[in-house]
């Protein structure tokens, strides 16, 4: 079976992965001509690192992140509300880490480079269509870097991992919007000291008034004990223009909303003002689609399940995806239409779930929950609003829907 990829991001790669693995061969197309360490950080939640684990990675990765120990959420007056241990610390088999998003892809890539081969990994194609016959596949590309035609490639199956922007799926749904409800984000990264544990994963506000979230990817810096803070900005406004993803963001577009967050265990003003890089993307994803499969063609990670960058779970769909993915065409017997619906059948309904739950009910919620009941006013006592048994709730709500609660990880 002739297998191709369309896209070289943590989906694409991770299912080549798994292919390999399952001694399938394929070949992967990826749009940038140089892949290099791009982005700011991202968390790796016990079932990514259950997938990465299984791939041989875990090792490298906790070499360059940092695990987790807690979750700790306050208010916008740096009250505390509600904090839960994470990953090992939790009782999971698997830690929680933080990770600059580069240095997992540059990982990923360069596992696949040394198990798949230089020559099963293209770069600087982009991907412009696909054709599909009884006989195979025909996929379409251009030279990213010179804009000019690349010769067609034939499959027996093509798996679309190009992203949220996903050229494969605009065929399929050549109508389709993205979702944008008003709330625009900024990412950035500061050199900063240790906050709280060091290994402390931080929600702070709500965005309807302002939301930050904030933790460690790399540890000592320097030899003055700095780690690299990852941080993420986020508000909600009516009639607000969405933000774009092809530049910088500047801080003077949101500083403002957090002058006043000096808290006695830290100035977020000041960590927003001494950020090294600032990133802005829109928050949006895309309602659920009722197939992902069409004939030779499916659709993976982003590309099939667009989803709001909450809960850290976008990369953790995408490597079940891969993997599960992988088992069905392994078991398809050179059967991959077959192999491509029955993935579609296990991880379409599953991912729209997440997909609604992070517009809905996302982790942030019990902050969102406890400005409602507060009037968006600080309070006297937490747990004169409400307990910390309903707010435990709220939290493994979101982890079963997500599917990394405590048994569900050893279930399997």
Same mark, same amino acid.
């Given at each position: 079976?002739? +297998? ?19 001694g399938?061969?394929?070949?992967v197309?990826e ?38 120990? &807690? ?11 509600y ?10 088999d698997? @830690? ?7 240095k ?5 890539? &360069? ?6 081969g230089?020559?099963a ?15 195979g596949?025909?996929?379409h ?13 034939r499959?027996?199956v ?50 309807d008034?302002g ?5 460690? +990817? ?10 690299? +803070?990852n ?18 963001g ?5 500083l403002? +909303? ?11 003003a ?11 993307? @829109? ?19 982003d590309?099939?399940?667009?989803m ?17 993915l992988?088992?069905?065409l ?19 309904a ?5 997909v ?17 009941l507060?009037g ?17 709730e ?19």
């Amino acid at each position: 079976m002739k +297998i191709a990829i369309v896209g070289g991001g943590i989906g694409g790669l991770s299912l080549a992965l798994a292919l390999h693995q399952r001694g399938l061969a394929c070949d992967v197309y990826e749009t940038v001509p140089e892949v290099k360490e791009l982005g700011v950080g991202i968390t790796l939640l016990p079932h990514a690192m259950r997938e990465l684990a299984a791939l041989g990675l875990q090792a490298p990765i906790e070499a360059v992140g940092i695990e987790n120990e &807690e979750s700790v959420f306050f208010n916008r007056f740096g009250q505390f509300i509600y904090k839960e241990p994470r990953g090992r610390h939790a009782g999971y088999d698997l @830690p929680e880490i933080g990770i600059p998003r580069g240095k997992l892809h540059r990982l990923l890539y &360069e596992a696949a480079l040394e198990r798949l081969g230089a020559a099963a990994i293209h770069t600087d194609h982009r991907c412009t269509g696909v054709d599909q016959d009884d006989s195979g596949a025909a996929v379409h590309f251009m030279q990213t870097s010179s804009g000019t035609a690349l010769p067609g490639v034939r499959a027996d199956v093509v798996i679309a991992c190009d992203g949220v922007n996903s050229a494969v799926r605009r065929q399929f749904y050549p109508d389709e919007k993205l979702a944008f409800a008003g709330i625009n984000t900024w990412r950035g990264v500061t050199r900063h000291q240790p906050i709280l544990t060091g290994k402390s994963y931080m929600r702070i506000g709500a965005i309807d008034t302002g939301k930050m979230v904030i933790y460690p +990817i790399v540890d000592q810096l320097d030899g003055e004990g700095h780690q690299l +803070i990852n941080w993420v900005a986020e508000i909600q406004q009516s009639n607000a223009a969405m933000n774009d993803w092809n530049r910088e963001g500047d801080r003077k577009d949101f500083l403002d +909303i957090f002058k006043d967050w000096r808290f006695p265990w830290l100035d977020v003003a000041a960590l927003i003002a001494n950020a090294e890089q600032i990133l802005e993307y @829109p928050m949006v994803d895309k309602d659920p689609v009722p197939q992902w499969t069409f004939g030779r063609v499916t659709l993976l990670g982003d590309a099939a399940h667009p989803m709001y960058p909450r809960g850290s779970n976008g990369s953790a769909q995408a490597l079940i995806d891969g993997r599960t993915l992988a088992e069905q065409l392994a078991a398809a017997g050179g059967d991959g239409r077959a192999a491509l619906l029955a993935y579609e059948k296990l991880r379409l309904a599953p991912t729209a779930n997440i997909v609604l739950t992070n517009r809905s009910v996302p982790p942030d919620f019990i902050n969102i929950k406890v400005d409602e009941l507060s009037g968006g006013k600080p309070f006297a006592n937490i747990d004169d609003l409400i307990s910390q048994q309903a707010l435990r709730e709220i939290s493994d709500h979101y982890k079963k829907v997500a599917g990394f609660s405590l048994e569900a990880a050893r279930a399997g």
